[in-house]
Structure formats: structure tokens, C-alpha cells
């Protein structure tokens, strides 16, 4: 099931980007993703579904908006190295060095 939502705007703001009607209701529609995926509500799957747009097409567009594709907080980022550091070093004492 699928749903839609309609969004008002005057005839002229395409116009005034320099975009037809479809480019402008198009760019709406990516920039409502990139911003549903940049504050974590929306998986890059999700986004891209919601752009209409392939998954590797949607990360290339989020350079576009400033946006990373890497979604990640800080507190996982630092759990994740941490991780990895306690991994390398079971490793060098498991080899020797």
C-alpha cells in the first residue's frame, strides 16, 4: 500500500529555479529524503524508495545537500574503534609481536 501527500506552491518558484514543474516536484521529493535519512529517521533504502531513485543513485545525490552517506553517532563510532583496537591487539599478542 502506498500513500501521497500534496504539497502547495506557486506555479512561478520553478520558474524561478530555472526547473520545470516535474524537476522542482523531483528535487522536492529528494530533498524530503535526504533530510528523513539525515536525522536518522529513514535508512538509505528507505530514502532511496522514497526519492524514487536507486539506493547508489540516492548516496550520490547526498553529496549534493552536504549530507555524508555515513549516518553514524559518535558514541557508536567510538564503540566501533575501541572494538577494533581490542581486536588488533588480541592479534599482536596471538602473533608474538
Do not use: W
Not at 530555472?18 to 533530510?35: C, G, I, P, Q
Amino acid at each position: 500500500m502506498s500513500r501521497s501527500i500534496t504539497v502547495e506552491y506557486p506555479d512561478t518558484l520553478p520558474d524561478a529555479l530555472n526547473m520545470s514543474h516535474h524537476e522542482f516536484e523531483r528535487e522536492a521529493r529528494l530533498a524530503m529524503a535526504v533530510k528523513l535519512f539525515e536525522t536518522g529517521k529513514l535508512s538509505s533504502g528507505q530514502a532511496a524508495r522514497l526519492a524514487a531513485r536507486s539506493r547508489l543513485d540516492f548516496l550520490h545525490e547526498l553529496s549534493r545537500f552536504g549530507v555524508s552517506s555515513i549516518q553514524v553517532e559518535a558514541a557508536e563510532l567510538e564503540n566501533d574503534v575501541a572494538q577494533a583496537m581490542r581486536a588488533h591487539d588480541r592479534h599482536q599478542q596471538q602473533s608474538g609481536h
